[in-house]
């Protein structure tokens, strides 16, 4: 093992890292202050990918790039199921928690390799990591889960907002009332 590489590890190890609910308290934050869900998302992005990258990296120890990605999605999927339950909002969390299985899927899953692949620039999810530079990565995770938002959260549940509820459900008390 190189020098280098041994201090890239120790540093990985010990520096101070981001709360994991960083990212969940800022999303849920964004939602109280009246953003509608798909805004909040937006948002809260950089930070979501930010605590996902750290926390990936923390326990990555320089082994093939698929374990890192692995836990990039856990922390993502975690964050958002972690956002629904502290929003107190049954539609938001059922939102959230269709977002969470979205995280999971393979387009989300096929983007985030792809995305991983050419910010850490190895060929197959299979070779080893070296050196991460997490900063490049946490951009690029970040923009992908922007960009992904329309695979993530059906018009419906982007539009949603703390408090509120559907067009349906206020038809059918309209209809019911007459």
């Known amino acids: ?29 964004a939602l109280h202050t009246g953003m509608s869900l798909g805004e909040a998302l937006q948002f809260a992005a ?3 990918a930010k605590v996902a990258v750290s926390e990936a990296a923390h326990r990555f120890e320089g082994g093939a790039l698929a374990l890192l990605i692995v836990d990039v999605r856990d922390s ?13 909002d049954a539609l938001l969390l059922a939102a959230l928690g269709n977002a969470a299985q979205q ?3 393979d387009t989300f899953v096929g983007h985030l390799i792809n995305t991983l692949l050419g910010a850490t620039g190895l060929y197959v999810e299979s070779m080893p990591v070296a050196s991460l530079d997490e900063a490049k990565c946490t951009r690029e995770v970040s923009a992908l889960f922007t960009r992904s938002l329309c695979v993530l959260l059906s018009r419906t549940d982007a539009a949603r907002r703390v408090g509120g509820r559907s067009q349906r459900v206020e038809f059918a008390e309209v209809q019911s009332a007459r």
């Open 1 to 29: 093992m190189s020098p280098l590489t041994a201090l890239s590890s120790a540093w990985r190890q010990w520096r101070p890292r981001v709360d994991a609910r960083t990212g969940s308290r800022a999303l849920v934050n």
């Open 46 to 48: 950089p930070m979501l």
């Open 76 to 88: 993502l999927r975690r964050q958002l199921l972690e956002a629904g339950k502290e929003v107190q």
């Open 103 to 105: 995280v999971d899927g």
